[in-house]
């Protein structure tokens, strides 16, 4: 079966340090990849989306990049976090070419002091 | 525009009552709708899809795309029907636009 891995569930960085959060798929092959903000009160956003290693595409222009560097693993990262980088991040995978559901990690929690 | 609006932020019905989370869409080609449910201290998670026209926990949501709406129906609520709930749309290239979700409370 397959299963999605999301790493830290909680994180507490400095303005201006780095982020690097992690995600890995199992039990699948060539996923769709997606990071997704959590807000209250306003559902979802996609941040990136990815078809395949080393495609990334960027929904919202931002203090924030993905890389996938391996056909199961996606990243989200930041060179220097804002304030308003805290927030609730989701990581998902779905079947390529299907319009299937998206399956989703448990989230990180990030707060940027 | 592409859009989804679930119009109320907070749900709150009595144990036993009717429930209907509402979730209009705006959409130019041919939707897929989903609806998908986060209880507390769990994942985001599929409730159920229009295509397969299932009933899943008691719950059923039928597209209509003369309203443009897919609204989510019980009949008769539950507590540990207490969520968050959220309506999306899949586009042709496979991306989900959601909504704002909608927090249904289920009281004793």
């Known amino acids: 079966s397959q299963t999605i891995h999301q790493w830290p569930a909680t994180l507490v960085q400095p303005v201006g340090s780095p982020l690097s959060l992690e995600c890995t798929v199992e039990g699948t092959s060539n996923p769709n990849l997606y990071w997704y903000r959590q807000a209250a009160g306003r559902g979802l956003q996609l941040l990136f989306y990815?078809?395949?290693?080393?495609?990334i595409s960027s929904e919202v222009p931002q203090n924030l990049s993905a890389s996938r560097p391996q056909d199961r693993q996606f990243i989200l990262s930041s060179k220097k976090l804002l304030l308003s980088d805290s927030g609730f991040y989701l990581c998902?995978?779905?079947?390529?070419?299907?319009?299937?559901?998206?399956?989703f990690g448990q989230g990180t929690r990030l707060t940027v002091v | 525009a592409q859009r989804v609006t679930q119009p109320e932020k907070l749900l709150s019905v009595f144990k036993g009552a009717p429930v209907e989370l509402k979730c209009n869409y705006s959409y130019s080609g041919s939707p897929e709708l989903f609806w998908y449910v986060q209880y507390s201290r769990q994942r985001l998670q599929l409730l159920l899809r229009h295509i397969s026209r299932e009933s899943i926990k008691g719950f059923t949501a039928d597209l209509n795309k003369g309203e443009t709406s897919f609204h989510l129906k019980k009949p008769f609520a539950q507590e540990e029907d207490s969520a968050m709930y959220y309506c999306?749309?899949?586009?042709?290239?496979?991306?989900?636009?959601w909504g704002a979700g909608t927090k249904l409370i289920i009281k004793p």
């Open positions: 998902a995978w779905s079947v390529t070419g299907g319009r299937t559901e998206a399956f």
């Open positions: 990815s078809v395949g290693i080393g495609q």
């Open positions: 999306a749309l899949m586009k042709s290239n496979y991306q989900l636009i």
